[in-house]
């Protein structure tokens, strides 16, 4: 039987800038073999130095995305085309709003995605968007806040502590769009013994969480109480909130986590895992569901 990780801590001085590492690896990427996904990158002019040389590159897009309930627009994000529908209703999952479905808008509108919220009103929509009010002036009004979405995270998932400071190396394997363009984030969806079940890119960190949760529900996975969810940056409150809404136990970081994440990761019951790289891990949070 393996002994329980109860402490798993590392001198802050001695870490390596984990996002800076991680995306290291885009570096030298116009010489690889890698097509990105469409939409996701464009060509762009660029004089490298020292030399001067003129030539194209790659860089990710991004352009905004406008979801809308009942016709009506209930908020804009700037993403990187792609998958949209998905994004969309993972976005309304992790604010309560209660989605069923997700589809372009009937007057074909570009960067338009209607989502059906048949439960979706006014005060409910206030209530939903507690972040923008709640988060910069009170952290205790935020962790209540999720409460009031998000059942305390009761999963007895555990896993090995080698498995889960691999997972951003996995990760980072799937990730075409990054190969080529060096400037998208990450969400891996894996199960219990490593396997990626899904992943998505973009610009934003929080979308391509939202992306993995959307597409999660469209596959009746939800709540992803046997899941671990691996993001390629930094935790911060707002990531751990839309993984303890989808009620996932276990969630892994390249990054560091912030203060108020760790907070509500503890108050909601996750393991909060960080500085996943070079065969290490720092455990913030219910360090019982990790093995060693």
């Not at 769009?177 to 013994?193: D, K, Y």
């Amino acid at each position: 039987m393996r002994e329980r990780l109860t402490c798993l801590s590392r001198d802050r001085a001695e870490s390596v800038s984990a996002e800076r590492g991680y995306a290291s690896g885009a570096m030298g990427a116009e010489n690889e073999a890698v097509e990105a996904p469409p939409y996701s990158a464009q060509p762009v002019a660029v004089v490298r130095l020292p030399g001067g040389r003129d030539e194209r590159d790659q860089v990710a897009v991004e352009e905004p995305l406008e979801i809308r309930i009942g016709g009506r627009p209930i908020a804009v994000t700037m993403r990187t085309p792609g998958h949209d529908e998905e994004l969309a209703l993972g976005f309304c999952l992790t604010e309560g709003l209660q989605p069923t479905a997700a589809a372009l808008p009937a007057d074909l509108a570009a960067n338009t995605i209607e989502v059906d919220a048949p439960e979706f009103d006014t005060e409910r929509l206030q209530r939903s968007f507690y972040t923008s009010s709640s988060c910069g002036v009170c952290g205790k009004g935020a962790l209540e806040a999720v409460a009031v979405e998000a059942p305390r995270v009761e999963s007895r998932l555990e896993a090995v502590f080698e498995l889960l400071a691999g997972l951003p190396d996995r990760l980072r394997e799937a990730q075409a769009a990054f190969a080529v363009t060096g400037g998208l984030h990450a969400t891996g969806l894996f199960a219990p013994r490593g396997e990626l079940l899904c992943l998505r890119e973009d610009v934003g960190r929080h979308n391509a969480m939202d992306k993995v949760i959307g597409w999660a529900f469209l596959e009746q996975r939800l709540p992803l109480t046997d899941s671990i969810i691996c993001v390629s940056g930094r935790l911060s409150f707002e990531l751990v909130q839309k993984a303890a809404v989808a009620g996932c136990p276990i969630l892994v970081a390249v990054g560091a986590p912030s203060s108020l994440a760790v907070e509500l990761a503890h108050d909601r019951g996750l393991t909060l895992c960080g500085f996943a790289r070079d065969g290490r891990l720092n455990v913030y949070t219910e360090a019982w569901r990790v093995l060693i």
